[in-house]
């Protein structure tokens, strides 16, 4: 059997604990939510869990130890993804406000929803911190006896992801209620925007100054 149900098991709960612990992206869906409302948090969630599988693919082909190996390829990748969260958060501290709904059957102008999952996935897909964790963290429950290393490489990735989309997706249901209940006027939309804008200027400029 290529991967064993111990393996997957032991697999899903590291990820689990992985994912629910406080980081960039985890900060990123809660801020969405809140300020925009829990759709456009879960639509933002989902483009980040999706955006796992860019990494898988480059750990399963061994692209990513490249990547790490290259000083210039891994700071390009650096400032890229650095350089996209500033420009998500500069668009949203300069926001008017008006893109919360409290309505969260209400998706906004046609095609909203699915810019805001293209800007969770690309947020996530060019992350080159993101690419070294999984460089590190996927070979750790790949048993070379049992089969080819970059399949169970990408079995393991999509399981990842798969369970990076429901708690994403929870992440950004739960913080659009709060959102709901903290948007009562459009000034305080405005200021959860620039709360928002904030956090991504924030990691982005952490993202790229850091070592």
């Given at each position: ?42 639509v ?5 869990a ?23 390829a ?9 350089g996209?969260?500033?420009y998500l ?20 102008p046609?095609?909203?929803?699915a ?15 993101v690419?070294l ?8 429950f ?11 490489t ?7 992801t798969?369970?990076g ?18 948007a ?9 925007d ?18």
């Amino acid at each position: 059997m290529l991967v064993t149900l111990p393996q997957l098991a032991a697999f899903l709960a590291a990820a689990m604990l992985i994912t629910l612990s406080p980081g960039p992206d985890n900060l990123m869906v809660l801020s969405q939510g809140i300020s925009r409302g829990r759709r456009q948090g879960m639509v933002f969630g989902l483009g980040c869990a999706l955006g796992c599988l860019n990494h898988t693919l480059l750990a399963a082909l061994g692209i990513s130890a490249l990547i790490a190996a290259s000083p210039l390829a891994f700071t390009a990748l650096k400032l890229a993804g650095g350089g996209y969260l500033v420009y998500l958060g500069w668009g949203a501290v300069r926001s008017p406000g008006a893109s919360f709904r409290a309505d969260p059957n209400d998706a906004g102008p046609q095609g909203s929803l699915a810019a805001t999952f293209r800007r969770g996935l690309i947020a996530n897909a060019i992350n080159p911190k993101v690419v070294l964790f999984f460089l590190a963290f996927l070979p750790q429950f790949v048993n070379p006896a049992h089969g080819s290393a970059g399949l169970q490489t990408a079995i393991l990735g999509t399981l990842f992801t798969l369970q990076g989309a429901v708690i994403f997706g929870a992440l950004g249901y739960f913080s659009g209620h709060v959102g709901q209940w903290l948007a009562k006027s459009r000034k305080a939309g405005q200021w959860l925007d620039r709360l928002a804008g904030s956090i991504f200027i924030a990691l982005g400029l952490r993202l790229i100054l850091a070592r």
